[in-house]
């Protein structure tokens, strides 16, 4: 039994094809010759390799950059806090900002540089330590333990806290403060009322 059209190493009676017949391959309506096809593959790899090696020769962006960064505006956070300073505030908080404070209660950007500027939120005094910072691609959370002492419309907030922060690099590679929330550390006696 034979299949005509069929390529084998084998002999096989019936109808065969020659080789010579691969020298061209059909594209669209024309032959393309098989060798023009090798050297345009030839090329687009060559290509390849030379945009990888020089893709691969730019500084990309580090973690412990990244990390540097995040801790810096942290810095600059603690101070704005301490200063009152809204301008400097703005800047670390994305438009969308949302926290949630020790209370409970939602504050948006424009609610928390209200309360910066008016003094309603005022920190006296400000130490944080144990911080952790993760990254999760362009987002970046922060763990930390503060030790606060102030005044809030609800009264005095001195004490210790916990508290998650979250960046988001934005499109022109700048990091925003997009959501805060903090919670009070309770002394074991306090913690079954």
């Not at 973690?63 to 200063?83: G, P, T, V």
């Not at 102030?150 to 508290?163: I, K, L």
């Not at 700048?174 to 959501?179: H, T």
């Amino acid at each position: 039994m034979t299949f005509p059209g069929l390529l084998s190493d084998t002999f096989m009676s019936g109808a065969t094809i020659k080789l010579s017949a691969l020298d061209r391959v059909p594209i669209g309506r024309r032959f393309m010759p098989t060798r023009t096809i090798a050297r345009f593959a030839a090329a687009v790899l060559g290509m390849a390799v030379c945009i990888n090696i020089l893709y691969a020769g730019q500084a990309k962006p580090k973690k412990h950059d990244n990390r540097h960064e995040i801790e810096q505006l942290e810095e600059a956070w603690s101070s704005a806090m301490l200063k009152s300073d809204t301008a400097a505030m703005g800047a670390l908080l994305a438009d969308d900002y949302i926290a949630i404070t020790a209370s409970g209660t939602l504050q948006t950007k424009d609610e928390a540089l209200a309360n910066l500027r008016n003094r309603r939120v005022h920190i006296t005094a400000l130490s944080v330590s144990d911080r952790k910072v993760r990254f999760y691609g362009q987002t970046a959370l922060v763990n930390s333990l503060a030790e606060v002492q102030g005044t809030t419309p609800d009264g005095d907030v001195s004490g210790a806290f916990r508290y998650t922060r979250v960046y988001v690099c934005d499109a022109l590679g700048k990091w925003k403060i997009v959501s805060f929330e903090a919670s009070r550390i309770r002394n074991p006696s306090q913690q079954h009322r």
